[in-house]
């Protein structure tokens, strides 16, 4: 049994970046690499579960208002996380590791306007507005200066390509997950009974189109 084990999750972002919390989660990683102790570093790109804080609710407006250029994201998602999480938390690793998590597939703000014009069936256009007036859009909606310089700050990596990272790694997890969840399942008599079995997850990732409709629709 473990004693001391760290699983933190971080940014995909780990070199120079304008991004403040990227920043902010490498000295983390530092700290935690300093301090001896056994752990697990997740790198995730944005969370799908964060675009209501890009983009609000264009269905009201039929435009997303962001400063993000032609810049692309490899959306996760929560869901993708919390299973590998699950899973290194049972399986016990006996040395420290560092991943990433991120979609093999990127998406631009265009990509997600045209997702939203074709699942809500009215059209939705992206306009990539400037920085600035960004900033100044947040603070008049009473967005704390901190939190609005965090936000600006992400618009402005993501202008400039820094989470365009598709990556495999994730989907690899995904399934390492799955494979050890069937073998939980087979080992418990419900299995052998044909009662309900403990879900067991695929080793894809959340599909940015469901849930959009999720979020946008429901």
Known sequence: MISEYI??????????????????????????????????IFRRNILMEQMPIFIGNPLSSGKILFPAGNGRISFTSSDAIARVVTFFTRSKPKVSATYKISSDISYSFTDIANILSAISEMPICYSPVERSFFRKSLLNDSIPITWTDRIVSVAKSIEMNEFDLPDFTLFRLLERAKKEQEKISKRSLSYWLGREQERVHTGKNKNLSDYLKEVYLS
Do not use: D, K
């Not at 972002?13 to 690499?33: D, F, H, K, Q, W």
């Open 7 to 40: 699983i933190y999750i971080s940014s995909i972002l780990t070199g120079s970046s304008s991004c403040i919390p990227a920043r902010e989660n490498v000295e983390t990683e530092t700290a935690i690499r300093n301090s001896g102790i056994l752990y697990t």
